[in-house]
């Protein structure tokens, strides 16, 4: 194991990693971002191999931890204060392992039957469950407006736990003519659509899914060829942009699956 005990912020490394922790810009510069913990580190060797640069905090180490690295005893290893690990981890409570990746880049299918688009969602957090929906309900591939927020952040990758490694996302991606060129049904969710619940959706079908406040923007709303809400009862008037995105996905999975 390549090893080194780093103890000072002015440290070129240590200011590297800072960067890309922060700044959604350096990550697409560099195109590396950062894994927090060891669930995720492990479900991207699953896809992508070994990690790039493993970075662990001074003190006592979980047994999960020490498995991880004792297992990647051939990546190179740092060790920071335990003040500057924490710095670069997106938790308040860090996990004690973060690695260095290189973003994978995921094609979208040529001719896709299932596509989810999002416009301006803002949480990463919203961001990351949304992705980890998509993943599990057999989307083919996520396009993201400019408006997004980044899908490779340290809070997005740990609220995706792991779909971004099997997904496609094509970020700052215009929507519209992403709209126009599907050959599908393409849907907008609003609060004045059809009910989700008497459309077909076995067929090839493009989700479009607007920002956590103030929803899709008339031209988005306008190149879709439908407009679709979930229905509900009781004085609640709408669900966050992760809940009705999982509705949707779901409803879609289930009525492909029953078609079977």
């Known amino acids: 194991m390549t090893f080194k005990h780093i103890t000072s912020r002015d440290n070129s490394l240590f200011k590297q990693l800072k960067r890309l922790a922060d700044n959604a810009r350096e990550r697409r510069k560099s195109n590396e971002t950062l894994l927090d913990g060891v669930h995720l580190l492990q479900a ?14 001074e003190g006592e180490s979980t047994y999960e931890v020490a498995a991880l690295l004792q297992e990647l005893s051939d990546v190179p290893t740092v060790m920071f204060t335990t003040l500057m690990f924490a710095e670069l981890s997106p938790v308040a409570t860090p996990t004690g392992i973060l690695a260095l990746v290189d973003i994978p880049q995921l094609p979208v299918p040529e001719k ?5 688009l999002l416009e301006d969602i803002q949480d990463p957090g919203n961001l990351g469950s949304i992705l980890r929906s998509a993943a599990a309900a057999g989307v083919e591939g996520v396009y993201l407006s400019p408006g997004c927020t980044d899908a490779w952040s340290p809070k997005a990758l740990r609220g995706g736990q792991g779909a971004q490694f ?6 700052r991606a ?3 003519p992403v709209l126009q060129d599907f050959e599908g049904q393409t849907l907008a969710t609003t609060l004045a659509g059809e009910s989700l619940y008497e459309l077909d959706l076995a067929q090839p079908t493009a989700f479009v899914v607007g920002n956590e406040g103030a929803g899709l923007t008339e031209a988005v709303i306008a ?3 439908r407009q679709v809400s979930i229905p509900m009862a009781g004085q609640v008037e709408s669900l966050n942009a992760a809940a009705a995105t999982a509705v949707c996905l779901f409803e879609r999975s289930r009525q492909k699956a029953s078609r079977v």
């Open 223 to 225: 190149a879709a060829r």
């Open 166 to 171: 099997v997904v496609p996302v094509v970020e």
């Open 112 to 116: 896709p039957d299932f596509l989810l």
């Open 174 to 176: 215009d929507l519209v």
């Open 44 to 57: 991207y060797i699953e896809q992508f191999g070994l990690p790039k640069l493993l970075i662990t905090a």
